[in-house]
């Protein structure tokens, strides 16, 4: 799909006043959706895991544009209230603070909250409101809020239900919708991780399939593409190994212990820290309702 491409919805079924109808096609595209990211072999799901990630956060993470690649492609006004969906340490939170009337980062994970509420301080930001609770249990209207605008950065809630999640930000939001996902999630570092361990490499499902799935629910959204490049400076292997591997399971020591030993061969080391560069291609979904 082409940067800027809209996509066709022609043939999707939509209520007269407007709510999303679930069709077959929706119904199938989501088993497909869930089963690709059930099979994903490298993913973080779950609160356990997502402390411990906050707790190994990089040291900085360098010259990263993602931020403004993002808000410079966001429809926001001074007086608007955002939802940041999965706002992680508030790479994007912080910064929407000092652009919008007021920001809600919601995280299930209360080490990343945070982490939003100290830099938050550092920048003398008193417009941001944290809340600690999973996506597939918040009820629009009763623990969470409608916002102009809700934002889903890198962080879509899916591991129960595609279609609820997606419905629920839909839910949520009183004017747009902004999700990113990556264009391309195949990682060489990954690869060569599973080619050595003997397994197949699964990567997430494609942004394509994102894209025709909200359009089966007869959402009207346009995609654009963008390119960053960035660094992560980390601690230690240790830090490095929770932050890229994630929630993988190894089947014995000497696996973890491999790749353990991939990472540091793969990572750059200076002055007792060690330096991740990589470029990524991320897709921009959005709607306005």
Avoid at 128 to 142: K, L
Avoid at 152 to 170: D, M
């Amino acid at each position: 799909m082409d940067t800027n491409e809209k996509m066709n919805t022609a043939g999707m079924a939509e209520s007269a006043n407007g709510d999303i109808v679930i069709t077959s096609q929706t119904a199938g595209l989501a088993r497909q959706w869930q089963d690709g990211m059930k099979n994903a072999t490298f993913q973080g799901s779950g609160q356990d895991f997502w402390d411990n990630w906050a707790r190994s956060l990089p040291v900085k993470t360098g010259s990263s544009s993602y931020t403004e690649e993002v808000l410079n492609r966001m429809e926001i006004a001074d007086t608007d209230s955002v939802l940041d969906v999965g706002a992680g340490t508030g790479a994007l939170a912080v910064p929407l603070a000092g652009r919008v009337r007021k920001v809600t980062a919601l995280d299930q994970s209360r080490y990343m909250l945070e982490e939003i509420l100290k830099k938050a301080a550092r920048q003398n930001l008193s417009n941001i409101t944290t809340v600690n609770i999973n996506w597939a249990d918040v009820q629009v209207g009763c623990n969470v809020e409608e916002h102009d605008v809700v934002l889903v950065s890198r962080s879509l809630p899916s591991q129960e239900s595609i279609i609820s999640s997606l419905r629920s930000i839909n839910m949520a939001a009183r004017r747009s919708c902004y999700i990113t996902w990556k264009a391309d999630s195949y990682d060489p570092l990954e690869s060569e991780i599973c080619r050595r361990l003997n397994i197949e490499y699964r990567t997430f499902p494609g942004y394509e399939l994102l894209c025709d799935l909200i359009c089966s629910m007869g959402i009207h959204a346009s995609v654009d593409t963008f390119k960053i490049s960035s660094q992560r400076i980390y601690r230690s292997v240790g830090d490095a190994f929770i932050q890229i591997i994630r929630s993988f399971q190894f089947q014995t020591l000497e696996e973890k212990n491999m790749v353990r030993s991939l990472l540091a061969e793969n990572l750059e080391y200076n002055r007792g820290l060690y330096m991740q560069k990589k470029d990524a291609v991320w897709a921009l979904i959005s709607w306005n309702k």
